[in-house]
C-alpha cells in the first residue's frame, strides 16, 4: 500500500454498512473509471451531512474504511445478484430506487460504477479531519487520494485491538501474562495477528470442562465463541498493560455483541438471562 482514497459517502449507505455489519461491499458510484488506488490500498468514507449539519456547517466526518479490490461496472441487477445486500439496501426495489434519485437513471439496465470493498470496519466513534491535521475541501464532491502518511495519521487516531504473546511452552496457563493497550501504527498489507489469548483461553476451558461454551447462553460451538476483556476493555490499556486469561470470558458472538451494545458486564448479562 502506498495511498490512500476518502470518498464522499451518502449517509444512509454508511448507516446500512455499519448496522448490518457487513464486511465485504459495493461502493458505487456514477464513475464508468477509477483509478485513483491500487488493490489492496485504503478507502475511506467521509459522510455527507445531513440538512441540519448543513444549515449549521459542521464539518463532514469519517466514519469507516474498507480495503480495495477492484473496480467494475454492472447495471443494477447484476450489481444486486453478485453483491446483495452489500449494495447497502436491504433489497433490489430499494437499491434501484436509489440509483434513479441519486444518479437521475433509470432502467434495469443502468450502468453503474462498482468500487468493491473487503474488510470493512466502521468506527464506533467519528474521525474528525482538521483534528488530525489533514485538509479536505468543503468544495470536493467526490473523493480524494491521500499519501500513505496521511492514511497512518488516520489509522493511529484509531483504537486498534491486536493479540500478541511470546509463549514460553513451560509456564501454567494460569500464570500467562499478554501484553497490551500499547499504541501501533497499522500498515495494511503487513498486519499481525495472532490468536493467542482466545486459543489458550479456549484450551484452558476445555481441559476444565471437557469443552468449551459461553458462559451466558452455553453455546458450545467453537466457530462461535470469543474472549472477552471484562476487566479491562482494550482501548482503556496503556503501553505494558498485562492480560492474564483470568481477565477474559468466553461468550459467543451474540452476547458479545449484547455486553458491549449495552455497556453490561458478562456476569450481568448472566444475571439477565
Not at 449539519?53 to 454492472?74: A, C, D, N, S
Not at 476444565?208 to 451466558?216: I, L, T
Not at 482503556?236 to 492474564?244: I, R, S, Y
Request: charged letters at 35%.
Amino acid at each position: 500500500m502506498n495511498k490512500g482514497y476518502i470518498a464522499i459517502t451518502d449517509n444512509n449507505w454508511a448507516n446500512f454498512i455499519k448496522q448490518n455489519k457487513l464486511s465485504s461491499v459495493n461502493f458505487w458510484c456514477k464513475k464508468k473509471s477509477f483509478k485513483a488506488i491500487n488493490k489492496d490500498d485504503i478507502f475511506f468514507f467521509l459522510k455527507k451531512n445531513n440538512d441540519e449539519e448543513k444549515k449549521t456547517k459542521q464539518e463532514r466526518k469519517i466514519v469507516g474504511y474498507g480495503i480495495f479490490e477492484k473496480f467494475e461496472v454492472l447495471n443494477i441487477n447484476d450489481a444486486w445478484s453478485k453483491y446483495g445486500i452489500g449494495n447497502g439496501c436491504s433489497s433490489i426495489e430499494l437499491f434501484n430506487d436509489k440509483i434513479n434519485s441519486m444518479f437521475r437513471l433509470k432502467g434495469d439496465e443502468v450502468k453503474i460504477g462498482s468500487i468493491i470493498l473487503n474488510e470493512v470496519i466502521m468506527f464506533d466513534e467519528p474521525i474528525y479531519l482538521s483534528k488530525i491535521g489533514i485538509e479536505f475541501a468543503n468544495a470536493i464532491v467526490s473523493g480524494k487520494t491521500i499519501t500513505i502518511e496521511e492514511v497512518n495519521t488516520i489509522l493511529n487516531s484509531v483504537d486498534i485491538e491486536i493479540d500478541y504473546l511470546e509463549e514460553d511452552e513451560n509456564i501454567s496457563l494460569e500464570d500467562i501474562e499478554l501484553e497490551e493497550g500499547e499504541n501501533i501504527k497499522r500498515i495494511i498489507n503487513s498486519r499481525k495477528r495472532n490468536k493467542k489469548s482466545r486459543e489458550l483461553k479456549l484450551k484452558q476451558a476445555i481441559e476444565k470442562h471437557g469443552k468449551a461454551f459461553c458462559e451466558v447462553c452455553k453455546e458450545d460451538d467453537i466457530v462461535v465463541l470469543d474472549v472477552h476483556h471484562d476487566k479491562t476493555q482494550v482501548f482503556n490499556m496503556e503501553k505494558g498493560h498485562k492480560t492474564k486469561l483470568s481477565d477474559l470470558r468466553i461468550i459467543c458472538a451474540n452476547c458479545h455483541r449484547k455486553v458491549h451494545g449495552h455497556k453490561i458486564t458478562v456476569d450481568e448479562l448472566i444475571e439477565k438471562y
